[in-house]
C-alpha cells in the first residue's frame, strides 16, 4: 500500500497495523525527548488548501518526530492565489523531492487524483478531502476507543479490534468526512455504528453505508452506548437552511447536559463522549459534556500525533503491508 486515501479501501490488517505501530509510537511521545530517527533524511510535504488547526499541526509533529525534514505549504499566501493549478503547485513540490504529500483540500477526490495522476512520485496522505474521507481521524478516533475498549476488557490493545463496541455518530453527517471515514473504519474493525441526524443532513445513499441510521439521538442513547461521537455543524458547508434555529437543533441533536446527565441514570458509567474538533460549544455539545470526566476530546488530539506518526512511517519505510486480497466490500446489499 503506498498511499492512505480512505478509510473505504483499507483492509482490516492494514487498519491494525497502523493502530498497533501508533501504539509504539504512542511510547515516545512519553520520554523527554520526543524523537526517533526513523525518517531521518526525508522530506514531508504539508499540502493545506483548507484551514485547519489539529490535523496541520499534529502531522507537523509527527513528521519532527520522526526527523524528517517538514515543509508546511498553505494556498493562502502561496501562487495558489494567483491561481495556480493542483497538478503545477504538485511538481513544484515534486522538484522539492518530497517523500510524502500530506494534502487536505475542499475538493473530494483531490488526494486521489495526486496519488494516481503521474505528477508526483511522492506517497500521498489524504487529511481530509470536501465532505468525502478524513482516514487518520477515523484511524486516532478508533485508536481512542481501542484502548478504552481494551481497558474495560482487560485485554491488551496490541493486535485487538473494536467487536461488539456500540458507536453513535450524531449530528451533521451530511457534510462529514469524518463520519463517512469512521462508519467504514469502525465496521472494519468490528463495531456496531448508529448515525443519528435530522433527516435533512443526512447524505443521499445513506442506507447503503454499513451502519444503522435514526432519527432519535435520546431512543439511541436509552438502547445502549459504549461511544457517542458529536458531529460539528459545518455553517461554512450550507448554502441552505438545514433546521429551524440553532437552539432547536441544539435541543434535538445536541449532547446538551440532560443527556449528559442521562448517561449516569441509564448506568452507563463506562460511555465515552467524542468530538474531532473544532467544537461549537452550546450547539452539537455543551461545555459541561467537552469538559466531562467523559470526553475524550484532548486525549483523541494527543492520539492523533502518534497514528499520523505510524501512518508516515509505515508509507514511507515501506513496511506498510500490501493488501493480501482486495479490502472486502462493507456496504449493505440493499438489492
Ligand atoms: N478534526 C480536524 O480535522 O480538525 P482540524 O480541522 O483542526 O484539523
Known sequence: MRHLLDTESLSRDNAIQILDTAQEMSAVGEREVKKLPALRGRTVVNLFFEDSTRTRISFEAA?????????????????????????????????????????????????????????????????GD??????????????????????????????????????????????????????????TLGAHVTLVAPPTLLPVGVGHWPCEVSYDLDATLDAGVDAIMMLRVQAER?????????????????????????????????????????????????????????????PQVRNGVSVRMAALYLLLSGEMREQATPAPSNAKDNS
Open 63 to 127: 513528521a519532527k518526530r520522526l526527523s524528517a525534514d517538514v515543509i508546511n505549504f498553505s494556498a493562502k499566501g502561496s501562487s495558489v492565489s494567483k491561481g495556480e493549478s493542483l497538478k503545477d503547485t504538485a511538481q513544484t513540490l515534486e522538484a522539492m523531492s518530497a517523500d510524502a504529500v500530506v494534502i487536505r483540500h475542499w475538493a473530494s477526490g483531490a488526494p486521489a487524483r495526486l496519488a494516481t495522476s503521474g505528477w508526483i512520485d511522492a506517497a500521498v496522505i489524504n487529511a
Open 130 to 187: 470536501g465532505t468525502h474521507a478524513h482516514p487518520t481521524q477515523a484511524l486516532l478516533d478508533a485508536f481512542t476507543m481501542r484502548a478504552h475498549w481494551s481497558q474495560l476488557a482487560g485485554t491488551p490493545s496490541v493486535g485487538g479490534d473494536l467487536a461488539g463496541m456500540r458507536v453513535v455518530i450524531a449530528g451533521d453527517v451530511l457534510h462529514s468526512r469524518v463520519a463517512r471515514s469512521n462508519v467504514w473504519l469502525l465496521r
Open 238 to 298: 450550507m448554502d441552505a437552511s438545514f433546521f429551524p434555529s440553532t437552539r432547536e437543533y441544539a435541543r434535538r441533536w445536541g449532547f446538551d447536559d440532560a443527556r449528559l446527565a442521562r448517561l449516569d441514570e441509564l448506568k452507563l458509567k463506562d460511555t465515552i463522549i467524542m468530538h474531532p474538533g473544532p467544537m461549537n460549544r452550546g450547539l452539537e455539545i455543551s461545555s459541561s459534556a467537552a469538559d466531562s470526566a467523559r470526553s475524550t476530546v484532548l
